[in-house]
């Protein structure tokens, strides 16, 4: 799976792709990320990307021109199964979401700053806007590490243990069960019985019914969620 990124301050996306599951998936050919600073696509001498919003109002917006023509010539050259906006006023981005986007080959993602882009790139180009959550970030960074990492790691052949993508919290609407490892005791503390009896029945039973628990405890709403 390939994901373009379309970024204003590459620098900040150096590290997120470069350690432990991220970079192996990458070692290993299940995935391809290409970052294409928006700089470059810049007007003028100064390779100007923002300017000030029609209409007043605090903050700069990102220029129509810079984006377009960077966004033209990608297209061009590829075909996208999706042109991903990432905004505090998209969707809420999920795990069924995550799913969802594994199963594309090739995705562009458009990183904002400032008070974010000329509303006609949205109409012209993107074809999905996603937030990570209700809180405002100083660009789409941070939330493009959030969306490849967890899309990244449900690539076939990513994790080493398949099976360990499917019990994470989220996937079938419930929370993770709490998890051990050695030592069986710890000041005191020990591991639940059942965990140590061998019995994978049980054990199973057990988790389901911890993270069903937990599930109702904090977040029941997803016990509502398709
Ligand atoms: N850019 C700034 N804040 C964001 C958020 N919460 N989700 C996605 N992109 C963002």
């Not at 999706?82 to 998209?90: K, R, Y």
């Not at 809180?135 to 990513?158: K, Q, T």
């Not at 998890?179 to 020990?190: F, I, N, Q, T, W």
């Not at 029941?220 to 398709?226: A, R, S, T, V």
């Amino acid at each position: 799976m390939v994901f373009d990124i379309i970024s204003a301050v590459p620098e900040l996306l150096e590290s997120p792709f470069s350690h432990s599951i991220m970079k192996r998936a990458i070692d290993k050919g299940l995935m391809e990320i290409n970052i294409i600073n928006l700089r470059d696509y810049g007007l003028g001498p100064h390779r100007q990307i923002d300017d000030y919003m029609y209409g007043g109002g605090a903050g700069m917006v990102m220029m129509v021109e810079p984006l377009d023509n960077c966004i033209t010539e990608l297209k061009a050259k590829h075909t996208y199964d999706e042109i991903i906006f990432l905004t505090p006023d998209g969707t809420t981005y999920d795990q069924k979401m995550a799913n969802r986007l594994s199963l594309q080959k090739r995705i562009l993602l458009i990183l904002g700053h400032y008070k974010g882009i000329d509303q006609r790139i949205r109409d012209t180009h993107v074809t999905m806007e996603l937030s990570i959550g209700d809180y405002v970030l100083s660009g789409g960074e941070l939330p493009a590490a959030v969306l490849v990492d967890s899309i990244g790691r449900l690539l076939p052949g990513v994790l080493s243990d398949a099976a360990s993508a499917l019990s994470d919290s989220h996937q079938d609407n419930l929370l993770a069960p709490p998890v051990y490892s050695r030592p069986a005791e710890y000041k005191g503390e020990v591991v639940p019985e059942v965990l140590l009896s061998g019995h994978d029945k049980n054990i199973e039973e057990w988790r389901y019914a911890q993270a069903e628990q937990k599930t109702k405890e904090r977040r029941p709403d997803l016990l509502d969620k398709e």
